[in-house]
């Protein structure tokens, strides 16, 4: 019983010290044409995040949504012209901002961009 009780606090605390990333975000990176903004819609529960990420080829849903404290990682998988783009994003959350780390499969190595919170919805 005690053993139990341990583990549901270790549990509640960890809740407690997710990083709070429900909400709109934004962040501008530079693309071939000049810089380019990404908007992302996130929801975190727990430690499963869902959401979406929208960008100059519309609205994609991620994948593999996690929280660990102010850590969270998703993949976001678009198709153009028949290809297939993976992209797997790393971030870690301070207040109102999250430093990305973002690798797509197959286009060289990873790029650093930093959201910022629009709205907390």
């Known amino acids: 019983m005690k053993l139990r009780l341990a583990l549901l606090s270790c549990l509640i ?16 990176m530079q693309g ?41 990682s998703f993949t976001v998988v678009r198709e153009f012209n028949g290809n297939k783009f993976v992209t797997k994003y790393n971030g870690k959350v301070s207040g109102d901002e999250i430093k990305f780390t973002m690798e797509t499969e197959g286009k060289g190595g990873p790029r650093e961009v930093t959201a910022k919170r629009v709205s907390a919805t």
């Open 32 to 72: 071939k044409n000049g810089p380019q903004t990404a908007n992302m819609n996130l929801k975190a529960d727990g430690a499963k995040l869902t959401g979406t990420v929208s960008g100059r080829g519309g609205e994609t849903e991620i994948s593999d949504g996690k929280v660990d404290g102010d850590t969270i």
């Open 13 to 28: 605390a960890a809740v407690a010290f997710a990083a709070d990333v429900t909400g709109k975000w934004s962040y501008e």
